[in-house]
């Protein structure tokens, strides 16, 4: 069965619909699990002081004793996002979560192309995105805030784009590109 390309998008909408919707869905009905506080604590110390220092919320100043120095710092691309969306949102534990919840729905979408780019057929991408929309285990790294739900994406585009860099046949139309291509094996529209 051929897919054609408006039922294509339509179809991927609807995917990343219900990927969002199983995500966001009761979010702030569940305690933060593990360690997840510690990173709640440091970012919104960082929102308040621009130091990656731990929040102390019973009363609302930087910890006394911050025995997680070292723990505060790490993470920091992804907890300065979170720390971002206290700007505007109140640190809940729903709010905090956003931002994994965000980087699970843009995995759905890193699915379907990276599946695309391999395959080059959009059933079999649609197919990839759907199972990664309802995956537990990928729901459950999008509900968490930590930084794994940020790394999956970004590895597997990278890991996507190095692959197609070295190894896609160049099949466009500028005649610079199609030389490099042919002269080194190297398809350099993907190098940005």
Known sequence: MNVTKKQAVVAFTLILLLGAILRFALLGENSFVADEFLDMNSAYGYRQTGEWKAWDFNFGQLAEMNANVARDERAFVYKWQVAALFGFLSPTEAH?????????????????????????????????????????????????????????????????????????????????????????????????
């Open 96 to 192: 905090a979560r956003t931002m994994s919840v965000l980087w699970g729905i843009l995995s759905i979408a890193v699915v379907f192309w990276s599946t695309l780019v391999f395959t080059r057929k959009k059933e079999i991408g649609l197919l990839a995105a759907f199972l990664t929309a309802v995956s537990v285990s990928a729901i459950i790294y999008s509900r968490r805030l930590r930084m794994y739900a940020m790394f999956f994406p970004v590895y597997l585009a990278l890991a996507t784009t190095l692959f197609a860099f070295y190894e896609r046949e160049y099949r466009g139309k500028m005649a610079f590109l199609r030389s490099l291509w042919q002269k080194y094996g190297l398809n350099l529209a993907y190098l940005p």
